[in-house]
């Protein structure tokens, strides 16, 4: 009789971490009753996520797995995991005051923030097809619950519907493909898988290639890729703005770093059959992308359609299937966290009378009522349309040179056009602000805690240039992880 060893836990300590307070503040919500339950709950999920960021830190990233296999731990986990936890902890942040304003505020909401955030961790560590599935589930049932937290507002109701409907189909689609791959590969362990392929010498079979494009399907339902996208445009809008705001990164950064550790690490041997399927997604969501937002006058809807876009550019490294192309990914996802959480943070200032505005042309004659926030805004908006000197120029001008080294010309061709037209709907918004007749001016103060995070992400943004190193290093030695055995 075999008997059965404790796992180690000491790759796995910010997720065991994050777990145990997760429970504790369950407890602790329900016990202090009253309105400080979820201002307490907010603050200490923040330092529960801080303190992760200090785990993450504390320990040598050199490969290690522990689990029985399915958990790993490696640069690349530790570098994505950061931008999942800051993406967790600036949206959490910026939620509050929103929630409180609109009396929703309550304790189960950074909870749920953090149950998610879990998942996400779980996901990028997944090293066997089980786990994966595990860290996506716990991932995306608390997403549903968050797309519809406001459950009297019927926009929010209806989006958290939506998203849960779609989101068990997905699901579904990656499951089937799990066990596709698993009945014609006998393995579900990501070194199995890849030592099968190897030892096949290309010679697989087809239900392996459906196992693929199925896993793809789901998986790429979770970052909003053509044509998995269609819930995007409404559960952005729908959801309280707060969690499209968190929808719009973490989750994002989480899913992009699972197909980067999925189809480099076990289907790495089988880029000829995958690298098409994502040349195909990642084209058809650059172009829906660029075309589709120009007509949208909810900003909220505009972002969900920038946000399909973004993950087209990023696809692009992708599908280059190289450590150049996985460290473009990085430092174009890493960019993208800072970006699209200032552009919600002035999304979030934008209200009138103590109600939220979402117009596109609520933002007319900002640059008059308020200089200092369209100021932040036309700087966010000239770096999603990588305009030079601006970080978001940077983050596309690595994807485009990795395609280009790759020989990938046509891909990068349609990338810069479809960067070219997606310019247009933000220099819109620019035009808007600083040429448009005046409107009401939006209410003052804005709050503490979004002017802190619109300063830090503009100085980001602004001066990346300056001092790219800890980005780029940090995602070259991530990628090396990756491909070396690191």
Sequence with gaps: ???????????????????????????????????????????????????????????????????????????????????????????????????????????????????????????????????????????????????????????????????????????????????????????????????????????????????????????????????????????????????????????????????IRVMTGPFGELIGQWQQVIVFISVASMVLGAFAAIVQKNIKRLMAYSSIGHIGYALIGIAVGNEAGVQAVLVYMAIYLFMNVGTFACILCMSRGGRMVEGIEDLAGLGKTNPGMAFVMAMFMFSMAGIPPLAGFFGKMYIFLAAIQAEFYTLAVIGVVSSVVGAFYYIRIIKIMYFDDAVDAFDRPIGRELTAILVATSIIILFFFVFPAPIVDGASAAAASLFTGG
Excluded at 34 to 47: E, I, P, Q
Aim: with cysteine; charged share 10%.
């Design 1 to 259: 009789m075999t008997t059965a060893e404790f796992p180690n836990l000491i790759p796995a300590l910010p997720e065991v971490f994050i777990a145990c307070i997760a429970m504790a503040l369950l407890v602790l919500g329900v016990f202090q009753k009253g309105k400080g339950a979820a201002k307490t709950a907010t603050f200490l999920t923040v330092l529960t996520m801080a303190l992760a960021l200090l785990l993450l830190s504390a320990f040598s990233f050199e490969k290690v797995t522990t689990f029985s296999g399915m958990f790993i731990n490696d640069t690349f986990g530790a570098f994505t995991k950061a931008l999942v936890l800051l993406g967790s902890m600036l949206t959490l942040i910026m939620s509050y005051g929103y929630l409180k304003r609109v009396k929703a505020a309550k304790f189960e909401y950074p909870i749920l923030v953090l149950l998610a955030t879990l998942g996400m961790m779980m996901m990028i560590s997944a090293n066997n097809l089980l786990s994966l599935y595990v860290g996506l589930e716990l991932q995306s049932l608390s997403l549903y619950v968050l797309a519809a937290f406001q459950r009297d507002d019927l926009k929010s109701s209806e989006a958290g519907l939506k998203y849960f409907v779609l989101g068990a189909l997905a699901s579904g689609m990656l499951l089937y493909g799990s066990s596709m791959i698993y009945g014609f590969t006998g393995t579900t362990s990501f070194a199995g898988l890849a030592e099968v392929f190897h030892n096949s010498h290309g010679h697989i079979s087809t239900g392996v290639v459906v196992g693929i494009v199925f896993m793809l399907a789901g998986l790429a339902f979770k970052i909003s890729a053509v044509p998995f996208h269609m819930w995007t445009p409404d559960v952005y809008e729908g959801a309280p703005t707060p969690v499209t705001a968190f929808f719009a990164v973490a989750p994002k950064i989480a899913a992009v770093a699972l197909i």
